[in-house]
Structures are given as structure tokens and as C-alpha cells.
């Protein structure tokens, strides 16, 4: 079972704050995506990356893929109440492009 | 509407009844799923649609557990016997298309609870 790995599970924080989350796996991705969750919603499509290395930027999200597509992170410079949330990245294993393989999420608060 | 749309958005039911999840995606997508999130669980997948493709339900936990998707649109999720276990939100997405890097439209869930 390919499975992906996010930490830290919890995260708060105080506004101004930076932060990086990870999501890792021992499998090859064609892809990943990160989703972010807001209670009572369902997930939104925060980026997608594809390349090995591939850095992609969001305003103040980063999103870096690594060099053999088995992880990535996803780093918030001077965070804002307004990022909390819950943080999932998602993955379309090499192989099948059909079914995304979610982690479990890392549930962000940032505290005014 | 513009987005997804899923009802009821929240359905407190007894354990042993049946129940009925619907889904609307957006138009023209061709690709819809189904997922569960309980708490701390992240997103579980329960079955996917695309086109006129037979569905893959290789996520459904159990044979109380059955969707279908009418006209390539409307789907709906149906638990029969519901059992405590089965409390959570359940998610429906759908994509323009269901391969490659298709972003997927998530609703806003139906929270479910079995008492």
C-alpha cells in the first residue's frame, strides 16, 4: 500500500511565524498535490507539481518537490490567521493516474 | 451552480437505516468521487466514476455501501444498515476529466452521524 506521511500532524503558531510542513512516502509520484481545508468545507486546490526539484510559489507558499518525486513540502513565511487550516497533499502514484493517494493532513493554526 | 454541490449537509440517522447521499457536480465534468473523512483520518476514497466507464469501487468498505451516477451527472451514495462506524463526513469531488493533473472539485461534504 502506497502510503503519504505528513508532519507535524499539529501546528500552531503565532502570526508572523514561518513554517514548513512535509509529506513523505517511500513511492515514486507522478505528481502531488496540496489541498487546503477550511472546517466545514471540502479541500482546494492549492498547487500541483510534477518535476523533480520543481519549486512553485503562491504568494507566501512555497512548494518544493523532491529530486526523485517521493516528497514535499510546503513552507509559509510570515503566516497569517488566515492560512489556518488543514494542510493535505495528495499523489497520483506512477502508474495510476486516477486515484489520488491523500495523507493525512497537518491541522494549522496560526494565532493572532 | 458553479460549484459542487452535496445534500443534505448534515444527516443524523439510527443504526440499522438506510441513507441517501446526493451529490451535483459541476457540469460538464466527467470524472466524480466519493470519499470519507473521519476525524484524524485524512480523505478515504470509496469509488470513482468516469464517463461511461465502468466504476472503480475498489474503495467501498462493504456491500452496505453503493453509489450510482445518473445521466453522467447526479450521483448518489447509498449506505444501507447503517452501522456507528460509518459516522463522518462524506466528500464528493468531480474533475473535467478523471486522469493526469485534473484539479478535483471538492462539495462541501454531508456530515453523517449514526447514533
Redesign the interface.
Known sequence: TQLLEQSPQFLSIQEGENLTVYCNSSSVFSSLQWYRQEPGEGPVLLVTVVTGGEVKKLKRLTFQFGDARKDSSLHITAAQPGDTGLYLCAGFSAGNNRKLIWGLGTSLAVNP | GAG?SQSPSNKVTEKGKDVELRCDPISGHTALYW?RQSL??????LI?F?GNSAP?KSGLPSDRFSAERTGGSVSTLTIQRTQQEDSAVY?C?SSLV????N???????TRLTVL
Not at chain 2, 40 to 45: A, I, R, T
Not at chain 2, 98 to 101: E, K, P, R, S, Y
Open positions: 459542487v470519499y484524524g483520518q485524512g480523505l478515504e476514497f470513482y468516469q472503480d466528500l469531488a478523471g486522469t493526469g493533473l484539479e478535483q472539485f471538492f462539495g462541501p461534504g
